[in-house]
């Protein structure tokens, strides 16, 4: 991996590469989990191909391990008592049909989100695997930095690419108010100090040294230059050293309402 001036690409698997740092979307430009069974699929696909007005895109991820009933109207479908309908596709069969939309030309290189290291396995455990997830975009943060599941996925050759890399928004429809703020921890900002940058720097510097893809999200174009300057720079190992030991195992986006689907992907340590 070279470092250039502004940007660095990360090779995957499959012969592509990604850049190191990208923007974060809030849009729904994943495979989302009504769309899980096979039939629905390419579908799913070509819905965000029409939206985006484009014949293929890069990279396209399996949004949730869990799927939901189908529907290509609403997010989460509910019963008259507003319980969310779950469905128990099998997200392998699932792959099978985005490997086959590879193939397609629909888009040049697939992957995963929000699988834990079980998941990964029964995807590379498939008998008649054609391509491996090149990527699984999971919230990574220095409260929460996946070192287990990044150990995993460096082992087995998959990206792992941190949404919420600099603790996410903070949104009060999900975010606990007891929740501790990433931004504001002491240990960044003394940091930041030293290298006369800030806390949201350092947080993605530490992400890109590691080996991972970060995509932070702000609306405010200060910020998003802001978050590009971080190539310019080096963590000593004792400062990579120092961010690992605040981590808190703290996940902010926890999809509570899905606690009790079979594949919810947070009950297992990594
Ligand atoms: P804003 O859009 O007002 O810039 P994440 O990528 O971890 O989900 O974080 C997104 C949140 O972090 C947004 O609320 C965004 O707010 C804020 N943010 C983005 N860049 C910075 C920055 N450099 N410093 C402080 N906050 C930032």
Not at 33 to 62: C, F, Q
Not at 164 to 182: A, E
Not at 224 to 238: A, C, H, V, Y
Request: aromatic fraction near 8%.
């Amino acid at each position: 991996m070279g470092d250039s001036v502004d940007q660095r690409w990360v090779p995957l698997s499959d012969g592509n590469s990604i850049p190191i740092l990208g923007l974060g979307t809030c849009s729904l430009d994943k495979l989302w989990m009504t769309y899980l069974s096979p039939a629905l699929v390419r579908k799913g696909l070509e819905h965000t191909l029409k939206s985006l007005k484009l014949d293929y895109i890069d990279l396209y991820l399996i949004h949730w391990p869990m799927g939901l009933k189908p529907s290509e109207d609403v997010l989460f479908p509910e019963d008259a008592s507003g319980k969310i309908l779950q469905s128990d596709v099998d997200f392998c069969e699932t792959w099978a049909v985005m490997e086959s939309c590879k193939d397609a030309g629909l888009v040049r290189s697939i992957g995963v989100s929000n699988f834990n290291h079980k998941q990964l396995e029964m995807l590379l455990r498939m008998p008649k695997l054609k391509y491996k997830p090149v990527c699984n975009q999971v919230e990574c943060h220095p409260y929460l930095n996946q070192n287990k599941l990044l150990k995993y996925c460096k082992s087995n050759n998959i990206i792992l690419v941190a949404y919420s890399p600099l603790g996410s928004s903070q949104d009060p429809r999900w975010f606990d108010p007891n929740n501790p703020i990433v931004l504001n921890d002491p240990e960044l900002r003394k940091i930041g100090e030293k290298h006369n940058k800030t806390a949201a720097q350092i947080a993605l510097r530490y992400q890109i040294q590691r080996d991972i893809v970060v995509i932070p999200k702000s609306f405010n174009l200060g910020r998003m230059k802001q978050n590009k300057k971080i190539f310019d720079f080096q963590l000593s190992d004792e400062e990579v050293k120092a961010i690992d030991g605040i981590n808190k195992n703290c996940r902010y986006i926890t999809l509570k309402q899905l606690i009790d689907h079979p594949k919810y992907p947070f009950h297992d340590e990594y």
